[in-house]
């Protein structure tokens, strides 16, 4: 049976353009994973195990620097943040992490909290603060004026396992915008409150464990 050498020429050609697809994919399989740059990780991908130094944050202006013992999972929105956790000269640390249009960081790096009863607050204010979502709202604590900024409920992850459990956050700026006072009410418990410090990107570095 004579074959058009046309049909012939096109089974060669299909031939070889299946054979350089199977090489090409073969060759995408085999390549090596790409090479973490440790010198520059993010810490948003910090792990547990990996050591965060925060320049100048110590005491008498060192570098503080601490492991990180567990990392933490906030839900709020689309966007998820990471809490950072880790014990600095014997006291926790507490660094968050949230990346929206640009990474923002805050920490708490004494691991103090402050009595609710001392901000002058009731229960009714925070209400009428969550209904106005209103900047002009706020309080005076610490001899200085702290304004409303937001309110919502945030779901948290321990170890970014789990179903979580939710609570609910009032979050107040300060005049310079370089503090947050926070008050926070979980479920069963009293009220809240500690005040976190936002810390530019460029002074954290991660090293991987």
């Known amino acids: 049976m004579w074959i058009p050498v046309t049909v012939v020429l096109l089974g060669i050609a299909l031939f070889f353009l299946l054979f350089l697809i199977f090489k090409k994919k073969k060759s995408q399989d085999l390549a090596p994973p790409p090479v973490e740059d440790l010198a520059n990780i993010r810490i948003t991908d910090a792990r547990v195990g990996d050591v965060i130094s925060i320049h100048g944050a110590g005491e008498d202006y060192d570098d503080l620097q601490f492991t990180v013992d567990?990392?933490?999972?906030?839900?709020?929105?689309?966007?998820?943040?990471?809490?950072?956790?880790?014990?600095?000269?014997?006291?926790?640390?507490?660094?968050?992490?949230?990346?929206?249009?640009?990474?923002?960081?805050?920490?708490?790096l004494d691991g103090s909290e402050i009595r609710f009863q001392d901000l002058n607050l009731v229960e009714q204010d925070l209400i009428r603060?969550?209904?106005e979502q209103n900047p002009a709202n706020g309080i005076d604590f610490g001899g200085e004026h702290w304004s409303f900024e937001e309110s919502h409920e945030i779901g948290f992850f321990r170890d970014g396992q789990g179903d979580?459990?939710?609570?609910?956050?009032?979050?107040?700026?300060?005049?310079?915008?370089?503090?947050?006072?926070?008050?926070?009410?979980?479920?069963g418990e009293?009220?809240?409150a500690l005040i976190v410090q936002r810390i530019d990107p460029d002074d954290c570095r991660v090293f991987r464990a």
Do not use: H, I
């Not at 839900?75 to 507490?94: H, M, W």
């Open 70 to 108: 567990s990392r933490n999972r906030y839900q709020y929105g689309d966007e998820p943040s990471f809490e950072l956790v880790g014990k600095y000269r014997g006291r926790k640390v507490f660094v968050e992490c949230y990346e929206d249009d640009e990474l923002e960081v805050t920490a708490n």
């Open 190 to 192: 009293g009220f809240q």
């Open 129 to 131: 603060f969550d209904e």
């Open 164 to 187: 979580g459990e939710g609570f609910y956050s009032w979050q107040f700026v300060s005049d310079d915008g370089r503090r947050q006072l926070c008050v926070e009410k979980w479920e």
